[in-house]
């Protein structure tokens, strides 16, 4: 994580601005409500190589099926770009209103698109690079919260090749990094005056 900084406003956001900043907020709390969040998780998984042949995955632990689909719907509204809490909606808030903290805005930007292997590795998919956007977009699409036809023939095929338990392990390792995501930034709007707040 980069390092923390408060976020000090130079220019006034609009009133939806603020609304976006005090959704978030709001949605923070709800997250920070999961039991998941609150109590942890193991995640754990081996990915193994031998030469002539096809790599294998074996997952140790992911979540518990029902507590993990409650943090889905709540994580939904920071990956959702109809959202107000939309978590990069917020950062450009932040960016635009907020100079000092651009720096630290693009770190966690660079970080939220790298969430499914951090920066440190990549996949490919149907020849397009594998992100933690794609991830949930077909997870969230196909099976958790809409049943888009084509997205799961595209999870479908995506499993068929790493296995149904290692994509659900990516979709669970890019949600847990996302979600450290959101809190730090979060604890980074701690001091803002919001003018709403007192109505």
């Not at 660079?110 to 020849?127: C, D, E, R």
């Amino acid at each position: 994580m980069p390092n923390e900084v408060n976020a000090q406003l130079v220019t006034q956001p609009s009133p939806d601005e603020w609304r976006c900043l005090r959704t978030f907020k709001h949605r923070v709390l709800e997250l920070e409500q999961n039991s998941l969040v609150r109590e942890g998780y193991d995640l754990s998984a081996n990915i193994s190589l031998a030469t002539g042949e096809l790599p294998s995955f074996t997952v140790k632990a992911v979540p518990l099926e029902e507590p993990f689909r409650s943090l889905l719907l709540t994580f939904r509204h920071f990956w959702a770009n109809d959202e107000p809490s939309n978590f990069l909606r917020v950062l450009n808030i932040v960016a635009q209103h907020a100079p000092d903290a651009r720096k630290y805005v693009d770190v966690l930007r660079t970080q939220w698109n790298n969430a499914l292997f951090g920066g440190l590795m990549n996949m490919s998919f149907n020849n397009s690079p594998l992100t933690a956007d794609h991830v949930f977009d077909l997870w969230l699409n196909a099976h958790y919260f809409h049943n888009d036809q084509a997205k799961q023939q595209e999870l479908e095929r995506l499993s068929r090749m790493l296995s149904p338990d290692f994509v659900k392990f990516l979709l669970a390792t890019a949600a847990t990094e996302c979600c450290k995501l959101i809190f730090t930034l979060n604890h980074t709007l701690r001091k803002l005056n919001d003018p709403h707040e007192a109505i």
